[in-house]
């Protein structure tokens, strides 16, 4: 037995002395591999591992681990850091919220948090993006985004012609309902009012009504028509009773005079002769009939077809006189 012993001792020996491998853990690689040849050992080919914690070019693990005994000449394998593991963040701008999340989710992101603003765009479409696109950033972080909430403050129309109205309100963006008016004194195909007023806030698909004057129909096709109704009470010797309704081409009926606000104890108001009721803002689209009554009984209807001046009829024979309406 101390013949073999004495063989094996004499073997190792000869194989090379022996030294204690050092911890190079957490060293740089050019350091660590300086550091073991000080000790008479080499580093071998380093293996590379993604490490979100381990900065790149550092070693993370080694094989023999430190304070093992071997012969001197040994490779040791540093196991060595290049850093995260990263991927091209995507092109998230112009596309719908829901769009964004699932490319998030697709590229092994995870989702960060949304915020909104105002902004014309339709509501939900991504505005602005971090990280920015295109940069590299580690697989699993957060991309937070920026997106439209559909609102904004609204244009003022208000004296543009029409060619630039019609591109600010342009489908998809607000819903445009045009009236023409009949003002012979205002300008020609030029915004005269608006609903909602300038710097209200809007959102994505809202109504917008503007008023305009125009001397051809063509010029604002499938515009709602405002006229404005004047009704003179005819000759009595005592006050009377006036409705105005209107009727759609669907016979759909409402009164426009008087309005609730203006019932005296519950009860509609009276008028002396010689009255002048004025019914303005009466739109319609393609036809409407306006009929005016007077004590509860029809005295004349006005029928307004597309641009041209209403159809009058008249229904009773007034003592001393018979109401006069204007258009």
């Known amino acids: 037995m101390a013949g073999a012993?004495?063989?094996?001792f004499?073997?190792?020996?000869?194989?090379?002395e022996l030294v204690r491998v050092p911890d190079i853990v957490d060293m740089p690689f050019s350091e660590a591999h300086y550091v073991l040849e000080e000790h008479g050992l080499e580093?071998?080919?380093?293996?590379p591992m993604f490490s979100e914690d381990v900065e790149e070019h550092r070693v993370i693990a080694q094989r023999p681990a430190a304070n093992t005994v071997v012969r001197a000449g040994r490779?040791?394998?540093?196991?060595?850091?290049?850093?995260?593991?990263?991927?091209?963040?995507p092109d998230l701008l112009r596309k719908p919220l829901q769009d964004a999340r699932d490319a998030i989710l697709q590229m092994a992101f995870k989702i960060g948090s949304t915020a909104r603003v105002p902004h014309q765009t339709p509501r939900d479409t991504v505005l602005a993006?971090?990280?920015?696109?295109g940069v590299e950033a580690v697989q699993g972080s957060p991309i937070h985004v920026l997106v439209s909430d559909g609102s904004f403050p609204m244009p003022n129309l208000v004296g543009k012609p029409l060619d630039e109205v019609k591109r600010l309100l342009a489908p998809g963006h607000l819903n445009a309902v045009p009236v023409r008016i009949d003002a012979p004194d205002m300008p020609v195909n030029v915004v005269l009012a608006q609903d909602p007023r300038p710097g209200d806030v809007v959102n994505q698909g809202d109504y917008v009504r503007y008023e305009v004057r125009t001397l051809h129909p063509a010029d604002l096709p499938n515009a709602k028509r405002q006229v404005t109704v004047r009704y003179t009470v005819p000759f009595s010797w005592f006050e009377r009773e006036v409705r105005v309704d209107v009727v759609d081409k669907s016979d759909n009926r409402m009164t426009v005079f008087p309005r609730k606000k203006d019932y005296v104890g519950g009860l509609p108001p009276q008028f002396p002769a010689g009255t002048a009721?004025?019914?303005?803002?009466?739109?319609?689209?393609?036809?409407?009939?306006?009929?005016?009554?007077l004590d509860g009984e029809k005295d004349c209807s006005y029928y307004y077809k597309g641009n041209a001046p209403p159809v009058i009829t008249r229904f009773?024979?007034?003592?001393?006189?018979?109401g006069r309406a204007d258009y």
Do not use: C, L
């Open 5 to 8: 012993g004495y063989y094996v």
């Open 10 to 16: 004499s073997k190792t020996v000869a194989g090379g």
């Open 43 to 47: 580093s071998g080919k380093p293996i």
């Open 277 to 293: 009721i004025t019914v303005p803002g009466i739109e319609f689209a393609e036809e409407v009939t306006v009929e005016v009554y």
């Open 75 to 89: 490779k040791i394998i540093p196991t060595v850091s290049v850093g995260p593991d990263t991927v091209q963040v």
């Open 129 to 133: 993006q971090d990280p920015r696109p």
């Open 316 to 322: 009773s024979n007034e003592p001393g006189g018979m």
